[in-house]
């Protein structure tokens, strides 16, 4: 008898976690950027509430699996370092790397990206591949901890003279201001994004986007191995796949293309 209890509470307890872990209502930590916005992926309004393109398309696939949403604002670097010792749930719009992959689950994909090169519209830089950025009178600007394509990276490690005219930075608006005051060439950005500030920021008003596509690629929703295993990874894919077949995730990124 005492076998049979014992037993009993080991199905309980085993329940209780995978009740707490998989899903119906257990909140999930996932990173959003510091300083409110980077639109049109995450925007946080006057009332503090998180909204934008990364932000639905997050929720609709929570919805699926009745998690609730807990967004933590940190920079890009350290949101990684959160996922990988289990700080932190999900990290969103993930590019895949060999390197992610040792701590980070793939879901998705998510989103479809495009990498872009953002200059002053009075510009006209003769740049039609990566070395050309070589031959740049100022350097290009990158955000620190952000991955711009297999090839743009492998160039980095290999091409020094390359890596030399990067110029990286952490916070938000750096590279517009320093385009803006003449500082830089261009800056890399990401399509939504890019077309978006140009279309609606006062700070982008005197640049365009280059017709150098650095890269056409997509990224995932990442979740910490940390937090999840790969059985409790199979929840979300197949919620995933309900969103997908039903048109939910289709139906919101039409609401963020660019007309």
């Known amino acids: 008898m005492k076998g049979k209890v014992r037993k009993t509470i ?7 976690f995978l009740f707490a872990h998989s899903g119906f209502g257990a ?34 696939l929570l919805r699926e699996t009745s998690h609730t949403p807990k ?20 990290m969103l719009n993930m590019t895949i790397t060999e390197e ?50 297999k090839n743009f990276e492998e160039k980095r490690a290999t091409d020094k003279e390359f890596e030399n005219i990067l110029k990286m930075v952490n916070e938000v608006d750096s590279n517009e201001k320093k385009l803006d005051g003449g500082r830089i060439s261009g800056f890399l950005g990401f399509g939504y994004n890019v077309f978006y500030q140009i279309k609606t ?14 890269n056409r690629d997509y990224v995932y ?22 969103a997908v077949k039903n048109g939910e995730f289709e139906k919101i990124k039409n609401r963020y293309r660019i007309q």
């Open 10 to 16: 080991f199905v309980i307890a085993g329940m209780i």
């Open 27 to 60: 909140e999930i930590s996932i990173r959003v950027p510091e300083g409110k916005a980077y639109a049109p992926f995450f925007i946080q309004d006057e009332n503090n509430k998180w909204k934008g393109l990364s932000i639905e398309l997050v929720e609709a």
């Open 71 to 90: 967004y933590v604002p940190l920079p890009f670097a350290r949101g990684l370092r959160y996922v990988r010792f289990g700080q932190a749930d999900m």
């Open 100 to 149: 992610r992959k040792e701590f980070m689950h793939f879901v998705g994909p998510q989103l479809d990206e495009t990498i872009l090169l953002v200059v002053k519209k009075d510009s006209n830089l003769p740049i039609t591949s990566l070395n050309d950025f070589k031959k740049m009178p100022k350097p290009i600007g990158i955000e620190l901890g952000k991955v711009y394509s």
């Open 201 to 214: 920021n006062p700070l982008y008003r005197n640049f365009k986007v280059h017709p150098f596509i650095i």
């Open 221 to 242: 929703f990442g979740f910490s191995k940390k937090r999840f295993s790969e059985k409790q990874l199979s929840l979300f894919h197949e919620a995933y796949d309900r």
